[in-house]
Structures are given as structure tokens and as C-alpha cells.
């Protein structure tokens, strides 16, 4: 899953188009702030946008359908969750999340309502934006032993976490993330990695800029991130070809694959000149999207 994209879901335009957009994994934004009416109008057109393209994403497997939800700290989440919940989604990402306690609060409801919809049990991911405040940053590294089973991914907010101190840059000198923002998004590489799930790499802001937005994709692959977040479709093709397997690396991907059926008890195995065990076979898997 190397391109995910967020959209709007209070304007019908870009709901209209985005299902050609190439993307792997389109999230319709649920968690935007905005006057009641209009939340609740966007609800509805989430719900019947997942609904409308359920049956015609199983039969093709062109993109999963996720929705972002608001924060447990907010009044919106639940109402967030049921309008999406409505389209079965493949997955709901889960805004300013604190830490463990959040993502067991989420998984229990879903347990619900799943049950409720004749749902299987377990099917809908989770995927945890975090770091949104300093309190959540320091908290990420403990995901690594409390990470509940539904999480695919991490992600992280380090828009919301410069707000949350005051800060007046993301980026320091040549484009290197300031401090703090470098702290948070090693930690969500490290857990993610850890831990053998998806680690997807915060949007770049500016839409006017595909150039720059397709290398810090290229950074982002480069320094082992799996995915990335696009906020516009003109963002998609250079994230995609960033996140692209080399043919080496589908080479060595093969081979780990094949070493482990032939050796299917085994945690530790050489092929070539490495040693790898069954992390490594899990990230192969992902790369020959066996996962």
C-alpha cells in the first residue's frame, strides 16, 4: 500500500473523481472541522460513497476504502465512526490518537458494530495518526509492546503537533524535519518496523508543488517508510513511482518468500549473504502485496 490519500468528503467534486485517482488507499476525511449541518451532510456522503464502491472494489482490488475519524478527545468520533462503520470501510484511521488506551477503545467499538452489521469479526484495521501532541509523541514507543492486533499502519500528525507548542517550522535548513518532528517520525518508523506493519509518512502541505512532494517521497521511501499520505490526485503519480519496488529488491523479496516455504518451521534462515528471520519474510510478503 504505497499511496494513501485523503479526501474531503464535504465536496461532492472531489468524492466525484477520486476513485480513478490511482490511489492504493483512498480515506475520505471524516475528522475535518466544520459547522454542524455540514458535518452531518458530509456524513452522509461518506457513507454512501463507501457503500457505492464496496462491491466494485472486491471484485477488482483497485484500492482500499478507508475513513479518517476524529480523535477520542473529541465530540465527533462516534458519529465519525457509525457513518463510516455504515460502508463497512476496509479500515479507519484515527486522528490526534493518544496511545494504547485509544486504539483499545476504538477496536472495542468496532468489535460492536461489527457484531451488530453480520460483519467478521476483526476485518476493519486501524490505523493510528499520532504524535499530535507532545504527551502522545513521548507515548508512541510504548505501542511497541501494547501495538493491539487491528493496527496495519502508524502514521503520524506533525501539523497538529507544531501547533500544540508554538512551532513556526516543520522543516529546518535543506528540508531535514526540526528536531521534535524527527523524534516523532523515527519513533513511528521504529514501532512500525518492530513491530512488522505499515509505516506511512506524514502529506506534504503544498498542492502547487508535485516536484518537491514527489522527493520528500522519495526521502520518505529512501529512509524506510512503506507508504505515503497525498491531500491531491496531482500527488499520487510521484508517490507511487517513489514507493516502487526496485527488481532487486522484488529479486531478494522472492527469494526470502521462497526460503521459508521450503522452510516453513524455520525463525532464522541465510539466503545470499544475510541472515533473516521472519520479520523479514512479513516485509517481503508486503512488498509482493502478500500481506
Known sequence: MRSWILVPTDKSEALGSIAGSGADAIVLDLARSGAPTRKARARIEAANWLRSHREQVLATRRFQRWARIGGMDTADWRADLDAAMEGSPHGIVLSRCRGADDIRQLASVLYEIEDRSGLAANITS????LGSTPASALAIGRLADELHPRVSALTWDAVGLAHSFGARRLRGPAGRWSDG?????????????????????????????????????????????TGMFAIHPSQLPGI????APLESEMSEALKIVSAFSTNPGATMLTVGDRRVDRSDLERARRLLGED
Open 240 to 243: 507511487n513511482a517513489a514507493f
Open 181 to 225: 518532528f524527527a523524534h516523532v517520525r523515527a519513533q513511528i518508523l521504529l514501532v512500525a518496523h518492530a513491530r512488522g506493519i505499515g509505516a506511512i509518512e506524514h502529506p506534504f502541505r503544498d498542492t502547487r508543488d508535485d516536484e518537491v512532494c514527489t522527493r520528500i517521497a522519495e526521502a520518505a521511501r529512501a529512509d524506510g517508510f
Open 126 to 129: 486501524i490505523m493510528p495518526e
